[in-house]
């Protein structure tokens, strides 16, 4: 065990059910310089061992000895009333325990959805959106690819697992004067074996995906355009061959 690992981040790794049943029992800081946070887990009587200082060593010591008791008092009656008050400090330790140990599974638990966070605080998105938790990771460098359409050919191509044709031959129009057409990049899915089904499909996911990569990553004055292609290998001698508007050779 990594001896620079906390109990707390131990126990609420592996057992964070049992986050407000642990007692704990303070040995010292002392042992801190050779043994782990944690020296020891009864799993039976969820019980702790810490090698960290109590909230009794930490009070002052002539909270509880005078100079009056030392003296009358021999070692033994000294070390027995030591450990009554750990004994009776231990409810308060395990209390102060179990709240750090609280803290520790919100912050485990707010490190696990900060994507989902920022996405949504941040970019107005929603983790449903399976298309954007894929990307999630790219939307803060998302600046420094815009443009960058061999980029977004990759992207596609990881995001819908088959290979991607881009062509930025084609041009557009918002209007039907052909004095105002604009640049255009298409990039064509290749998809091997696609039936009607699986066609609707994607096509559904893909204008999500199109206004997403138009926002952040095409530039302003260049429209993207996503459309599936039934993709087949090389034609073989004696092959039958169903050609449509849709298939790709």
Known sequence: MNKEISAEMLLNYRYPERMRQWKVTSKGTFYRNYSSDAMAINLVENKVQLARDGFL??????????????????????QWRLMLL?????????????????LEHEVDRLLQE????????????????????????????MRNRKGDLLFVQALLATLCHCPVKLDQSHRY?????????????????????????????????????????????????????????????????????????????
């Open 57 to 78: 060593r930490l009070l002052p010591e002539g909270l509880f000895f005078n100079e009056k008791s030392r003296e009358e008092e021999s070692a033994n009656q000294r």
């Open 86 to 102: 750990s004994k009776a400090f231990i409810p308060i330790d395990s209390f102060a325990f179990r709240n750090k140990l609280q």
């Open 114 to 141: 900060k994507w989902d966070l920022i996405l949504h605080r941040v970019f107005g998105y929603t983790a449903q959106q399976s298309i954007y938790s894929e990307v999630a990771g790219l939307l803060p460098q």
């Open 173 to 249: 129009s918002e209007s039907d004067s052909r004095r105002c057409w604009m640049p255009m990049a298409r990039f064509e899915l290749l998809v091997p074996d696609l039936d009607a089904p699986n066609y609707r499909r994607l096509h559904n996911e893909l204008d999500s995906l199109t206004e997403f990569i138009e926002e952040w990553l095409m530039p302003f004055d260049v429209k993207c355009d996503i459309v599936v292609r039934q993709h087949n290998d090389a034609a073989q001698p004696g092959d039958n061959l169903i050609l449509d508007y849709n298939t790709e050779l």
